[in-house]
């Protein structure tokens, strides 16, 4: 998709001694520098490139503020996602980390780079969403061109209690997992259904994709090219990946990350059917056992059917964590014929749409 990146300049007095661009794939070093000075990292350029040039949806829109003396002063990326909407596929670019070097915060870049994304989305039609902080939040709240959708939510399975209280009160849960990523891991079976830890993607899902399209109306297309890229192309972020196959058939999959002993699942994408679900979090339960797991943080859009069929299997701590926020323009679009109304139960968001930090 060619977009028209022509950007407006500054309007406030405050914001006028800075200059406002697209960042070319050539200058992603600079990018990385101020990362790097922002968080106090060692993040490798190989990382930047993965997450900004790579992804087969195309490379990254990241507008950028510069100052007086043409030096990198802000920038606020948006990562390309393919989005299906009730089976009619859409372009769509999710916020990732914003960055203001500390000398120029508070001077209104952050709010410009966001409107200027905003404008661009609106310029040529594509759809931007985004599950901003709390110190952020208010930032979008102030801006028309965006609107809050409604809350995420985390659903937590403890798997050993003692181990994590000890954790949630800072006493445990910061020793390494049992296996490394690398080491083959054995399947696990219910029944007729089976959980197999893989080291690619060897299919596009189609039949899943169809599935959930019956079952919710807006969600991000999982494509074997993409899912390749998301899950193990880049070189510092390590997950675990599942197919889940019921009868020799392939049904979807599971994505976990392990930070501190949490097994965080990223990505539920499934068949949706309630027996076949049940079967995979119990499969799931056992695999971050396995994998020396205290619990399972499942972080995802309210209301979705798979956090109901977690809380059937023991997900029952849970609480509210991060809000959705859509550009007001695809809101109204999606809303279009239905009373103006949009439900977070029409949406399915998971951690793998947002976990990039």
Not at 18 to 23: F, K, T
Not at 56 to 72: K, S, T
Not at 138 to 145: A, E, G, L, N, T
Not at 310 to 331: E, I, M, N, P, Y
């Amino acid at each position: 998709m060619d977009l028209d990146t022509t950007a407006l300049p500054a309007h406030s007095a405050a914001a006028a001694r800075y200059s406002y661009r697209c960042l070319t794939m050539a200058e992603l070093p600079l990018l990385n520098d101020l990362y790097n000075a922002c968080y106090q990292a060692n993040r490798p350029l190989g990382e930047a490139e993965w997450l900004y040039r790579n992804s087969p949806n195309g490379p990254a829109l990241i507008m950028a503020a510069f100052d007086e003396h043409g030096r990198l002063a802000g920038v606020r990326p948006a990562i390309p996602w393919k989005f299906s909407w009730r089976g009619q596929e859409r372009t769509a670019y999710e916020f990732a980390d914003a960055l203001v070097a500390p000398q120029h915060r508070n001077r209104g870049i952050f709010t410009r780079l966001v409107k200027l994304i905003c404008e661009l989305a609106e310029r040529n039609d594509f759809t931007l969403f985004t599950i901003p902080n709390g110190n952020s939040l208010p930032v979008y709240q102030r801006i028309p061109m965006l609107q809050v959708l409604g809350p995420c939510e985390t659903r937590v399975k403890p798997i050993s209690w003692p181990r994590y209280l000890g954790y949630r009160i800072g006493l445990d849960g910061h020793e390494s997992p049992h296996a490394h990523i690398g080491e083959r891991e054995p399947s696990l079976s219910d029944g007729d259904v089976r959980l197999a830890p893989v080291s690619r993607f060897d299919c596009d899902f189609a039949a899943t994709h169809s599935g959930l399209e019956t079952l919710v109306a807006g969600f991000t297309l999982r494509r074997k090219a993409f899912l390749q890229w998301r899950y193990f192309g880049s070189p510092v972020r390590q997950y675990r990946v599942a197919l889940i196959e019921q009868r020799g058939h392939t049904r979807g999959y599971v994505v976990i990350r392990i930070v501190h002993r949490i097994a965080h699942l990223i990505d539920v994408f499934l068949k949706p059917d309630r027996q076949l679900a049940c079967a995979t979090f119990g499969l799931l339960i056992g695999w971050a056992t396995q994998l020396g797991a205290i619990a399972i943080h499942f972080n995802a859009s309210k209301d979705n059917f798979f956090h109901d069929v977690a809380s059937q299997c023991g997900f029952w701590l849970k609480k509210t964590s991060g809000t959705l926020v859509l550009d007001r323009r695809s809101a109204e679009l999606f809303a279009a014929g239905r009373s103006g109304h949009l439900e977070m139960a029409e949406f399915y968001f998971v951690m793998g749409d947002f976990d990039f930090l």
